[in-house]
């Protein structure tokens, strides 16, 4: 889902709960109901949610920063559709963008991937197993790998979850 077409999707909710409701102004009231049930539609099962601002790298022929404007699922991949700023305003409000459709996952990196350190990362390897907290590389990366929802603990032991394997692919430090 596009975030135009989420635009839309709420303004024909709260014109219709407002013909429903008499023709009083409950615009706030259904707004806020249309943001709780778009908040639960839009969480989808892919490791970047649209909203998300990320980079995309091409190797040689560069980066841009964008952001995800809508999610497709295909057979075998996830693909993003970026909103690439073409125009800011003086107040850093976006006046024109464009959209490049369909842009592989393998080349879409989030700032939280970006930010991940060497050191989290040899963490996130060795987590591939069940870790004793003693036996661990360092408590410090693995308290941010908790954070991330890339790692649980249960009992003193430290393993994986589903999001930290995607994680794991799309830093390419483990492979399908």
């Not at 596009?2 to 259904?30: F, P, R, W």
């Not at 050191?119 to 990366?141: E, N, R, V, Y």
């Amino acid at each position: 889902m596009t975030a135009e077409q989420v635009k839309m999707i709420k303004e024909t909710i709260c014109l219709l709960n407002s013909m429903i409701l008499g023709g009083e102004d409950h615009s706030a009231q259904s707004e806020g109901m249309v943001n709780s049930a778009l908040a639960a539609i839009q969480t989808l099962p892919s490791s970047k949610q649209i909203g998300e601002m990320v980079e995309v790298d091409f190797g040689v022929s560069g980066t841009i920063y964008g952001r995800i404007d809508a999610v497709r699922f295909t057979q075998s991949s996830v693909l993003y559709d970026i909103e690439i700023p073409v125009e800011i305003d003086d107040m850093g409000k976006v006046q024109d963008a464009t959209i490049i459709v369909a842009v592989e996952s393998s080349f879409v990196k989030t700032r939280r991937e970006l930010q991940m350190t060497k050191t989290c990362q040899d963490q996130l390897k060795q987590l591939m197993t069940a870790t004793w907290d003693g036996d661990l590389m360092s408590k410090t990366d693995r308290t941010a790998l908790v954070e991330l929802g890339f790692i649980a603990r249960h009992n003193g032991y430290n393993f994986i979850t589903e999001k930290g394997i995607q994680a794991a692919l799309d830093l390419k430090l483990i492979h399908k």
